[in-house]
Structure formats: structure tokens, C-alpha cells
């Protein structure tokens, strides 16, 4: 079995007050490669802060996360780069540029790395996702379900280790959230490529191949 991401003793704190609130606390975690994981809980249980450590997006107050054996947070300086190039993220508000069209969005990672898109693998996303004849739309024209197969296109335009999702299905309705796991689902199968998504929705919890449940920033 091999992992993508490996988290040791990692726990982040903040302070509320006089108070001391602990948000994760997770002693070991282990995402394996090419699979799709669901992370559930409550709402406060410490979803999106675990997810936000596990890319990078924010430093932990003490712990490890390592990406393909490396430790993100020994980067320092280097570790946006790091990021870019290996980390994708698909959010629930899409957080699409709206003055780009849908074509300059999914590039939008390339241009920050001063690098240009493997034609295969472009097509491929593209046609995967059905968003060929949205290329030259801007993000207002489309629906709420083609923004975020956009948003999927552009988190996977740069052969990420691992994308990260964080509530996708969350702004859409059923059908529209059903049919956006469909794709991750080819994405996955097609590209082998390794999804994390934390939800409260109860259809990515069922089709993902592991749930990890947390309570109170613990794993349970």
C-alpha cells in the first residue's frame, strides 16, 4: 500500500479569548495513493482546518504532513511553489477568476508556474469533463456545475500528488452534486489521481473508497 500523504502529530491551536481551542489534533493519518477519501463530521469539527493543513494553506501548531516523502512544512519559502506543482484544490465556492474565461482559468496554475500545458493531458481533462465548448465563456455564463468542473479541471491541469476538495457539492443541487462525483469518480479512474474531499454530503461518503470520520478535531 502506498500513501500520498502521511500526518504525524499534527495539531493545530488557536486562541478564543482567554480560551485555548485545539481545531485538529491528529496523531497519525495516512491517505492512500490513487484512492478517493471522504472527510466527515460536524460543522466545527475541524474538516476544513485538517484539509487546509494537509495543502499547506496553514501552519500547524506543532506536527508533520509529508507529500510524496516530503515534509511540507520544512519548505519554508519554497513551499507555495511546492504547492502549486503538487497540490490541487477545488473549492465549494468554485473561486474562479470571473475576467478570465473557463479556458484561462484551468491554465491559471501553469502561468503561475512560467510553464505550458501538456496537450494530451489538457484534451484529456477537457473532454472528461465535458467542458470543450465552454472554452471561451467566462465563469458568469456558466452554471454552478460547470464552474466547478472548471474548478476540477484546473486543480488537475498540473498532474497534482493529491486534490483537495473541500465541500464541492456543496452550492449545487442533488443532481447537479451527483453528477460532479461522476467526474471525480473518471477523474480518478482515468487519471489515477488521488482525491481528498471533505463533505457533509452523504453520496461522496458512499462512493469514496475510504472514510475518515472526525470529532472534535480527532480522528474517530
Known sequence: ????????NLKKCYKQGDELITAVDVNELNI????????????????ST????????DKPTQGKVFIDKSNIYQRGFALPKFRVQNIGFVFQEYNLIPELTVL???RLPLLIQNSTADSDHESCILDMLEIRDRL????????????????????????????LADEPTGSLDQLSGSQLLDYIKESNKQLKQTFVIATHDSEVSRRADKVITLEDGKVR
Open 1 to 8: 500500500m502506498e500513501y500520498v500523504i502521511e500526518v504525524r
Open 32 to 47: 492512500e495513493k490513487e484512492k478517493i477519501t471522504a472527510i466527515v463530521g460536524r460543522s466545527g469539527s475541524g474538516k
Open 50 to 57: 485538517l484539509l487546509n493543513l494537509l495543502g499547506g494553506m
Open 104 to 106: 484561462e482559468n484551468i
Open 136 to 163: 471561451t465563456f467566462y465563469p458568469g455564463q456558466l452554471s454552478g456545475g460547470q464552474k466547478q468542473r472548471v474548478a476540477i479541471a484546473r486543480a488537475l491541469i498540473t498532474k497534482p500528488a493529491v486534490v
